[in-house]
């Protein structure tokens, strides 16, 4: 077993050296450029990122029991994620005891069965007897051979699902967070994978919180986190998150970090629908909606206009069933992510973990994949959700030109035209150049065409008589997400989808009542897309 070991541990040293030789297809290292991450060319690379966790008491990346390491990078690049938030606690890297122990000690430790053990020697033959450490570089090799990106994630301290409000893992000088110790963690897996350019983020701290949160301590420890990062390796993003489960970074506005180096900074946020707690089950879709994004902007939202990239790391919704409230959440988010070309990355991965809460393989609602790791849990989610896989502006000078895309994101899709003077929904990226005026009227670039209604309940189309009524198109409510237009003195409509996809002006609905009243179908953002991506 021992020669096993050794000969396993060869050949991954083999494997992984030769990834860190191949060039990298994203030109690596990232900086940033303003508020955007760019590849080494200074071409804007946007973080399309999936969550995979890895800092359970077990400390084993999740879903190995079930698939082969390989299998599912390759899958994380088919769903065409560029990038995974990888997450780990800091004791892999402090506590030799803890991380030199092999996953098969660590399944046998936490009084698991052989049959996991079976199922994991199966999928995983080649990291069963590797250590905890070397387990870890296992995946993180297997996705940058698969050229997929690492945000390497400090979740935890003490191995265990995150996050209780005080759980001892919870802010700077909690029971299981020193600082110190945290640093020289951090410290060890910068300088671990120094070599490996796919590692091209470090998120220092996940979800701060709980009693003992304060502004003073965040800017003492943070900036000396990133400082030793840093120092140990230069090449890696910087990623700072927010108090209050990471939501909140305001303090920020007033007070910038104040770190020795420059363009490797990015901020993180979180945003689920959850922390509306039952508003969009209870509320008006769009006052709760205006209300999210008024604060996701006021909290951290304005570090863009700062000239940081914001990258909000955990999103997303329960995909066994998505609920109709969660719908609403998910189109308002969406409206958000394409307006300001977010970095992002969506929770989770995991169909379900090697072993959470006493159970083996339990189900984890939020999955991507389905339980047993082998398929995708809803592809039209997967579709939605394309549109901001893809970047849609940048910062390159030569390509600032930049129109406007008609984004609706119920169906995930953008307004292009059609022949004879039609309109109709199809993919984002073969969007028209439009244009919005300052009359308000949404022309197409280079042509004397914009979008009229021609009455209640009745197709929309584009013409070329654009001084009449009809034509011009304010956002409206709450949310901002309405496009209205006056179809005679006193009638108002709202653009609007019928159940063929095609584009119609119907009564605004939803604008103000308290009910379960969905808007989504009339929700349209006007949004910025530069030239060379769209
Ligand atoms: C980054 O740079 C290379 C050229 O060095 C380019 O071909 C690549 O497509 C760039 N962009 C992204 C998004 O990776
Ligand atoms: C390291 O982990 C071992 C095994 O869980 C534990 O007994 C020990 O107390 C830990 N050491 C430190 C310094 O935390
Ligand atoms: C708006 O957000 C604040 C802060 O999260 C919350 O207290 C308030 O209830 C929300 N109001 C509505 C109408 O959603
Ligand atoms: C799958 O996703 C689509 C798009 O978001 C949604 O309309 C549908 O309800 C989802 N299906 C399930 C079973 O949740
Ligand atoms: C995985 O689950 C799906 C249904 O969710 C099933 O069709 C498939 O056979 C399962 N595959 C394996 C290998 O268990
Ligand atoms: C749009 O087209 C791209 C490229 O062909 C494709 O990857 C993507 O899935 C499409 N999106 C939708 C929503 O159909
Ligand atoms: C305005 O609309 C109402 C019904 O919505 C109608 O009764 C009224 O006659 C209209 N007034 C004018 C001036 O068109
Ligand atoms: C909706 O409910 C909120 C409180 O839940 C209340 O403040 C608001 O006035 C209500 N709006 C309407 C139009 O009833
Ligand atoms: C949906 C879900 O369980 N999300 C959890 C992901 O992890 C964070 C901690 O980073 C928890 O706070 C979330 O509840």
């Not at 840093?230 to 990471?246: E, F, M, Q, R, T």
């Not at 199809?426 to 979008?451: A, F, K, M, R, V």
Request: charged content about 20%; glycine content about 6%; some cysteine.
């Amino acid at each position: 077993m021992g020669r096993r070991l050794l000969l396993t541990n060869s050949f991954l040293f083999i494997i992984s050296l030769l990834s860190f030789l191949l060039p990298s297809l994203h030109a690596l290292p990232l900086s940033t450029n303003s508020r955007w991450i760019v590849n080494n060319t200074g071409q804007h690379v946007k973080l399309a990122c999936i969550n995979w966790s890895s800092h359970l008491e077990l400390m084993v990346a999740e879903g190995l029991t079930k698939q082969p390491v390989d299998v599912i990078s390759k899958k994380i690049k088919d769903m065409k994620f560029n990038c995974v938030r990888l997450t780990y606690p800091i004791y892999l890297a402090t506590n030799k005891t803890l991380a030199s122990q092999t996953v098969r000690q660590s399944f046998l430790n936490a009084g698991l069965s052989k049959f996991i053990l079976a199922d994991l020697q199966a999928n995983n033959p080649s990291i069963i007897d590797l250590s905890l450490n070397d387990a870890f570089q296992a995946v993180v090799a297997s996705l940058a051979k698969n050229n997929i990106m690492v945000i390497l994630d400090n979740h935890v301290s003490k191995p265990a699902w995150c996050c209780g409000y005080d759980d001892g893992n919870g802010f700077f000088g909690d029971q299981y967070f020193n600082p110190k110790l945290w640093i020289k963690g951090l410290t060890k897996m910068a300088a671990l994978f120094q070599e490996n350019p796919y590692v091209v983020g470090m998120s220092l701290r996940n979800e701060l919180r709980g009693p003992s949160q304060n502004t003073k301590d965040w800017y003492r420890y943070m900036q000396r986190g990133a400082e030793a990062v840093h120092k140990a390796n230069p090449n890696v993003l910087v990623i700072l998150s927010g108090l209050s489960y990471d939501t909140d970074l305001s303090f920020l506005r007033t007070k910038p970090v104040s770190l020795s180096f420059t363009g490797k900074l990015a901020f993180e946020v979180h945003q689920y629908s959850f922390s509306a707690g039952l508003d969009w089950k209870t509320k008006n879709a769009n006052q709760v909606c205006g209300n999210m994004t008024n604060n996701l902007m006021k909290n951290a939202g304005f570090l863009l206009d700062q000239g940081y990239p914001l990258f909000v790391g955990e999103w997303s919704v329960a995909l066994s069933s998505i609920s109709q409230s969660d719908t609403k959440y998910l189109n308002c988010l969406l409206a958000l992510a394409v307006e300001h070309d977010l970095d992002w990355a969506l929770w989770t991965l995991a169909g379900s973990y090697n072993f959470k809460d006493g159970i083996l393989g339990k189900n984890e609602r939020f999955g991507l994949l389905t339980q047993n790791w082998t398929d995708v849990r809803n592809k039209s989610f997967l579709q939605k959700i394309s549109v901001i896989q893809s970047p849609l502006q940048g910062p390159e000078t030569s390509y600032r030109q930049s129109h406007k895309i008609i984004y609706h994101p119920s169906t995930g899709l953008c307004i292009l035209k059609k022949p004879v003077m039609g309109i109709k929904l199809g993919n984002c990226s073969e969007s028209d150049h439009w244009t919005y005026t300052p009359q308000y009227t949404l022309d197409i670039e280079g042509s004397y065409l914009c979008l009229k209604a021609k009455g209640l309940n009745r197709r929309a189309k584009l013409t070329i008589d654009c001084q009449r009524r009809g034509t011009t198109w304010a956002p409206i409510s709450a949310s901002k997400l309405h496009l209205a237009t006056r179809l005679s003195k006193n009638t108002t409509a709202c653009l609007d989808v019928d159940s063929d996809y095609n584009l119609v002006t119907a009564t605004c609905k939803c604008l103000r009542s308290n009910d379960t009243c969905d808007p989504g179908s009339q929700w349209f953002k006007i949004a910025d897309a530069n030239d060379f991506y769209y």
